[in-house]
């Protein structure tokens, strides 16, 4: 038995007493009967009970209503609610097809790749372009080595023999790694007479660089007044030269008048 509230239970026992009592003088109508057997199927569990609702007071004729409807007064409420439509089954979402996140994924890193892409373009576009032709001429190419002196591989501590070039009064070496700093690929130039044969102590000007990426390693100066004299009879004072390495050719080039240390574009 299901257990029920204290006003069903009164409202029970009250329907009971009128319908199965020893005193019971008034049979029960219609309405009452239902609820008597809505409210015993409750104590058996069978349905829930709803609080009887109350009676709509009598409300006086409306003019013209025929006396038939006035008698009958407002319609008694439903004991019981009308049931409510079922809540419609929304389908399930579709899953997503990881080809299509594949695609998505795609379609945004294209999208990147473009916008990443223009922005370079616009950025390359704003730059000021800067000639690198110096119309500097090549005099001379440096592909023929002589016999290197022995402090020549005692520096870099070499098995193999280094190529050691000659050209007007310098010697010119490619080297391994670079005399003032660390680097691959590079070049050494410096007047003979600068440095001693004995003990490889250098005493004068020196130039040394080393290649990066995809630029050659490369030193330049102007002839003055410590450079060897042959080179002095060969190109006048002020002239500069260059040294260009590539594998273990050297070009050598010239340009006629020293460039101005703040050039005008």
């Given at each position: 038995m299901q257990a029920m509230d204290a006003a069903l239970m009164t409202e029970l026992?009250?329907?009971?007493?009128?319908?199965?009592?020893?005193d019971a003088t008034v049979a029960l109508d219609s309405a009452e009967s239902e609820r008597l057997h809505e409210l015993?199927?409750?104590l058996r569990g069978e349905t829930p009970a709803t609080p009887e609702p109350a009676a709509m007071p009598d409300r006086p004729p409306v003019p013209g209503m025929p006396a038939a409807l006035a008698a009958a007064g407002a319609p008694r409420a439903s004991a019981e609610p009308d049931p409510l439509p079922d809540d419609p089954v929304r389908p399930a979402p579709?899953?997503?097809?990881?080809?299509?996140?594949?695609?998505?994924?795609?379609?945004?890193?294209?999208?990147?790749?473009?916008?990443?892409?223009?922005?370079?373009?616009?950025?390359?576009?704003?730059?000021?372009?800067?000639?690198?032709?110096?119309?500097?001429?090549?005099?001379?190419?440096?592909?023929?080595?002589?016999?290197?002196p022995r402090w020549a591989m005692d520096w870099f501590?070499?098995?193999?023999?280094?190529?050691?070039?000659?050209?007007?009064?310098?010697?010119?070496?490619?080297t391994p790694t670079g005399v003032f700093s660390d680097?691959?690929?590079?070049?050494?130039?410096?007047?003979?007479?600068g440095i001693d044969e004995s003990t490889g102590a250098i005493n004068g000007p020196i130039y040394s660089a080393c290649a990066a990426g995809a630029f050659p390693?490369?030193?330049?100066?102007?002839?003055?007044?410590?450079?060897?004299?042959d080179l002095r009879s060969e190109f006048p004072d002020g002239t500069a030269l260059?040294?260009?390495?590539?594998?273990?050719?050297?070009?050598v080039f010239v340009s006629e008048a020293a460039p101005s240390p703040n050039p005008t574009a």
């Open positions: 026992q009250a329907l009971r007493a009128r319908a199965y009592g020893r015993e199927r409750t579709r899953p997503i097809r990881s080809g299509w996140i594949i695609a998505w994924a795609a379609s945004v890193l294209v999208v990147a790749v473009g916008v990443g892409s223009l922005v370079f373009a616009l950025a390359l576009a704003s730059i000021r372009p800067v000639s690198t032709a110096t119309g500097a001429q090549q005099v001379a190419t440096l592909s023929e080595p002589i016999d290197p501590g070499q098995t193999d023999p280094p190529v050691v070039y000659s050209y007007r009064g310098l010697v010119v070496m490619p680097g691959e690929h590079c070049i050494f130039v410096a007047p003979w007479n390693a490369t030193v330049q100066f102007v002839i003055d007044d410590s450079a060897p004299d260059q040294f260009v390495l590539r594998d273990d050719v050297v070009g």
